[in-house]
């Protein structure tokens, strides 16, 4: 996907991704069908919001000391961020019955669960099979961080390999309404989890039967998590990668030369299989799958792979930056929001004794934050919702700087005139904000790819440069800046706010930031006409 003509590359790709043979256009998708693929992203958002609103107390309760917050935040960001395109070159090459993508997801939805366990339950477990008071904090802090970093990590992690499987499956409009409905249900999930976390289930009767608010959560959180991802894998069927030339020798007339079955292999949904015909290009690329093959072999080395992502298309790497840059912004301003709202607008303070009236108060500022979040969540959806009307007006570049102006504005305004009552009417700029993210770099991608499917189908066979990126790749590439803003925004913002004496400068660094993402959209990222 670089220049052409040049050597030494490594191939991530199957061959329905690198030559015009296979290429069918998969048919097109029922709407339930798609609603049922955007599920896993309805329950990782649950699970994320029920993270966001208990993990904090979690770590508070069982001791953990303030030295390590920054390890347990810190670590997972790290692992994902240089293990994401590891885990997408390796989807890109899964030769599993069951299709490229879904096993990993199922791997990665098996480790957040295991993740939500250790963390909503880790204390109780440890404190009913070890007695010894210092053995059992050992023992609390150990658990409760593994099951914090893993949950973080599988749960980042699985959008990679959930967007590839859309864009593996489904045709080019299936993939932008896919996009639409994942925002759409990840707002609703996030929404959903607040709203439960918010609830006091210490005093209802199924907090009394379960033990703990914790056991509460964890319960619904397993249960939604583990119906969402039932409902995702059975959404739409994978075609495993299979050998094309087993296929194709018996449809074959007797004056054909016989095809070799060096590593051809077909990928898509079982329905793109089964209706691509015989296409007399394959012929054309006998030479090219023979070369590919042998660059496959080697495809999975960490040097191969690190080639791919240098040697990225400028307008790709355009695309992480920009998508770095939001993610940046928004997790500025969002993980610092509820101390924002306890401390900044309520005036409240969180070092003061925790029964004096200042204590309660930030107390109170922290719950009208997280009913701040819910509002964000359920604007996220909606927006969404209204995304598919506006991208035939303004396109995918007015979604992408809009979002981004309307963000950084909102943002300013709250850190420069903080109220209750209008920063949690500009909660909702935040949901423009987050539906942005999810939805238009991925467009964006879908539409590279197709751009550079039709410059394939116009060579037919001819020299292509395949830089040794598949679609998992691309996809890892993209979401693993979610990674590396968690790493700039742990590391940094703590000092900003040291060296300001106020978290008020979270919130205008949120926006600055912002509005220079708005002039990189419009000047730097390339948009398919």
Known sequence: MGGPGQSGTHTYQSLADSCPAGSGEPPRRPTGRLIMHSMAMFGREFCYAVEAAYVTPVLLSVGLPKS???????????????????????????????????????ALGLLMLLGLTLYLNGDAVVSALIVHPRKKLVWAISVTMIGVVLFDFAADFIDGPIKAYLFDVCSHKDKERGLHYHALFTGFGGALGYILGAIDWAHLKLGRLLGTEFQVMFFFSALVLILSLIIHLCSIPEASLRDVAKDIVPQQSSGDPPLSSDGMHKYGSIEKVRNDSVNPELLMCRQKIKTTTQQTRKAM?????????????????????????????????????????????????????????????????????CWGLCINSVFS????????????????????????????????????????????????????MSSTLYTVPFNLLAEYHQEEEKERQQIQGGDL??????????????????????????????????????????????????????????LFVRYVD
């Open 381 to 432: 959806s909606l927006y969404s919702y209204f995304q598919k009307a506006l991208v035939s007006y303004i396109g995918l570049k007015g979604l992408y700087f809009m979002g981004y102006l309307l963000f950084g504005l909102g943002t300013g305004f709250i850190g420069l005139f903080p109220n209750v009552y209008s920063t949690l009417v500009l909660c909702a700029l935040f949901g423009v």
């Open 301 to 369: 080395s960490m040097r191969s792979l690190l080639r791919a992502l240098v040697h990225m298309p400028p307008h790709y790497r355009c695309l992480c930056v920009s998508h770095l840059i939001g993610w940046t912004a928004f997790l500025s301003n969002m993980l610092f929001f509820t101390d924002f709202m306890g401390q900044i607008v309520y005036h409240g303070d969180p070092y003061s004794m925790h029964n004096s009236t200042e204590f309660l108060i930030y107390e109170r500022g922290v719950e009208v934050g």
């Open 68 to 106: 390590l917050y920054s390890t347990v935040w810190l670590l997972s960001p790290v692992l994902g961020f240089l293990l994401q395109p590891v885990v997408g070159s390796a989807s890109d090459h899964c030769r599993s019955s069951w299709g490229r993508r879904r096993p990993y997801i199922l």
């Open 465 to 522: 440069d395949s830089r040794g990126r598949g679609k998992g790749v691309d996809c890892a590439a993209l979401t693993c800046m979610v990674q590396l803003a968690q790493i700039l925004v742990g590391g940094g913002l703590g000092f900003l706010v040291n060296t300001a004496g106020s978290v008020i400068v979270v919130v205008i660094t949120a926006s600055a930031v912002a509005l220079i993402g708005c002039c990189f959209v419009a």
